[in-house]
């Protein structure tokens, strides 16, 4: 059987983290989180990304564990011993995938319609299918394309950010007032209801998992990997979020259907035309990445024997798996066509809060076992992923309660 090929190193693997992070979180729902938390949106942004960390650092233990394709299955299985329970967790990954991908195709089409007057169903289309054709080209152009756009996206977030505080430098000093009081809970409240929004913004880096068996010396670079991604993604979030809510009238901004180059121009005066071409290419770029995930989630499965293994056939031309490609980019496409976008954020996060909990009790019953890690490997004490599991949870009841 044709294998996959390990050809991603620790630069392209960040890029990769960084573009679908960027590319599926600020650039869609800026808006809507300051629709929700209002002038404390970027708080939004700082306690999902608390959640985020104490599962990235079980995440970084169980890549170095378990380097395979389909991780998360593989970690669950592992971690309770349940073929059947693995499998659920194989799926929920790869609805997040698909779920993900339609959230930000449908809302690519605000900036992409700032320039060409076109319906958005037939918008969605165009993107959806000629992003899943790149997808089946290979993995190295796949990423390589991802990577060229996450830096183009990164950079637009800096400008925004530079450009906010070269307008008014008194930006800095009014950052306090993102902070809610402890006596203001209806600010609180806005803030818990945008915590999944803001969580959204924050998934990718767990996607990074599914790609282990095209990472070189995949047991050293994915666990570097996760944290350059999580802390340099907190970064630029807290940074435009803060800058855009203190800059801009916080209705005008939830009202906007291209949030982040109504920013822009507001704070500039300038054509946002370059800022709206650049989100453009990171809401895009974030629509590929998680089709490519969703693909070797299928095909790890397919593997693993737990759907047909038509699935985990690799194209020996492409070497990648064109069926499970084209079977996501087309599930991708039908719930973008369907499903507004916010719904389909806050689904998003659901799905990986659930996916999270799960893969954090696997590493404790791994632990609690007492199975040895690989030599050299990164490790976390057992805290960690109790934590982890616990606040998935509490966001994920949080979201239900708001």
Known sequence: MTELRRSL????????????TIGAGIYVLLGAAAARAGVHAPMAFVIAAAVMGFSAASFAELSARLPVSAGEAAYVHVGFGSKKLSALVGFLVIASGVVSSAAISAGSTGYIREFVDLPPGLLIVIIVLGLGLIAAWGITQSVMFAGAFTLFEAGALVAVIGAGLWTDP?????LPDVVPMTGEPAAWIGIAGAGLLAFFAFIGFEDMVNLAEEVKAPERTLPRAI??????????????????????PV??????????SFV????????PALITMIAIVATLNGVII????ASRVLYGLGRQGSVPQVLARV??????????????TVSVLALALTVPLENLAEWTSRIVLVVFTLVNASLVLIKRRGTPAPEGAF???VWVPVVGALTCAALLASGFLG
């Open 9 to 20: 190193g620790l630069p392209l693997l960040v890029l990769y983290g960084l573009g679908v």
């Open 170 to 174: 008194g930006l800095v000093r009014a």
């Open 227 to 248: 944290f350059i991604t999580l802390v340099l993604g907190t970064l630029l979030y807290f940074g435009v979020t803060a800058v855009a809510v203190l800059a801009v």
């Open 251 to 260: 209705d005008e901004l939830a009202a906007s259907e291209a949030p982040l």
């Open 264 to 271: 822009f121009e507001r704070i500039t005066g300038a054509s």
């Open 290 to 293: 998680q089709i490519v995930m």
């Open 315 to 328: 194209d020996p031309r492409t070497q990648t798996p064109l069926i499970a490609t084209g079977l996501v």
């Open 379 to 381: 490790t976390v004490r």
